[in-house]
């Protein structure tokens, strides 16, 4: 009893402590850049386009600065392993990591991150918003963070992209789970090609 109560007060004090505060001007710069490498990587030898001939780059929202924001990480108390369908119907392993707290548009948000299987340290965070089905995929995006030792983050929702089954249906993407959607339009990221 001792043990749950420490591990609950742990946790309530990592997601009670403040968020770091984000450099938007700077994760502004950077969205250029991921942008810049995104465009790249998709006319590559290793697209998931078919043909790149006439490829002019992906399609985005314009950057909205309001939808870079700081996150704290609550660590899954278990970190079991979740079986997430995909849309070829297979089943892919990941990890629990725990979930990300943050605030946009004035309400509190959070999202279940997960980590591979394979033992590489970021985090995945599949999820599906308002924008679902209209000017994004209906599938949902996904966001990718580089792990931080401090549990605090710089979220940018500017940098949502879409799986490659969006590009081509032989891929098979996780889909994101039922808790990660949120009734948040996310007007920022990779939008519908």
């Given amino acids: 009893m001792r043990f749950a109560l420490l591990v609950f007060t742990v946790l ?3 997601a009670a402590e403040a968020p770091p505060s984000v450099d938007r001007a700077q994760m502004a710069e950077r969205w250029g850049e991921w942008v810049t490498s995104r465009d790249s990587l998709f006319r590559s030898p290793v697209s998931p386009l ?3 001939t006439g490829f002019d780059g992906l399609s985005y929202f314009p950057y909205d600065s309001t939808l870079a924001v700081s996150a704290v990480l609550v660590p899954a108390v278990s970190q079991d392993t979740v079986a997430f369908p995909t849309t070829t119907g ?4 990941m990890i629990s990591a725990g979930h990300l707290v943050f605030e946009a548009s004035g309400v ?13 340290a ?3 965070v599949p999820f599906r918003d308002a924008t679902n089905n209209r000017q994004t995929y209906g ?5 990718d963070l580089e792990e931080q030792p401090s549990g605090r983050y710089a979220l940018d929702l500017n940098r949502a992209y879409n799986p490659y089954c969006v590009y081509d249906v032989s ?3 996780p889909l994101p789970p039922a808790e990660n959607t949120l009734e948040l339009a996310v007007t920022a990221g990779e939008t519908m090609p």
Avoid at 90 to 93: D, F, I, S, T, V
Avoid at 108 to 120: I, P
């Fill in 12 to 14: 309530i004090g990592c």
């Fill in 50 to 52: 078919a043909d790149t």
């Fill in 90 to 93: 297979e089943l892919r392993p």
């Fill in 108 to 120: 509190q948000w959070r999202l279940e991150a997960f980590r591979s299987v394979f033992g590489t």
């Fill in 122 to 124: 970021d985090l995945f």
């Fill in 139 to 143: 599938g949902g995006r996904y966001l």
């Fill in 171 to 173: 891929y098979s993407c």
